[in-house]
Nanobody
């Protein structure tokens, strides 16, 4: 499976953006999709996860209540709706897929999309 991330940009603090991760190839129902982010000189952080079959979701504490992950099975796309953005959300955001929710290695990564939040 190949992933194509898009939707990043420049937004003011308090604003919103929606990231998309389009998947091509075979998506098995057991798959889990993640959004990660990496800011300069910081470790990569997994911010949200969704399972393909049941749309089970999980979030990092840093984004709970502000970010929403979703998926459109018809379009083979995973979204990350980001609201109430803060300057500390500035990072390159990546989508990735693994074989199931409990897997610890990833099958594929999308290219990053840059999100910049100005204060």
């Amino acid at each position: 499976v190949q992933l194509q991330a898009s939707g990043g940009g420049l937004v003011q603090a308090g604003g919103s953006l929606r990231l998309s991760c389009a998947a091509s190839g075979t998506i098995f129902s057991s798959y889990a999709f993640d959004w990660f982010r990496q800011a300069p000189e910081k470790e990569r952080e997994r911010v949200a996860t969704i399972t393909w079959r049941s749309a089970k979701k999980s979030y990092a504490d840093s984004v709970k209540g502000r970010f929403t992950i979703s998926r459109d099975a018809a379009e083979n796309t995973v979204f990350l709706q980001m609201n109430s953005l803060k300057p500390e959300d500035t990072a390159v955001y990546f989508c990735a897929v693994r074989s199931d929710f409990y897997a610890q290695d990833w099958i594929s990564w999308g290219q990053g999309t840059l999100v910049t939040v100005s204060s």
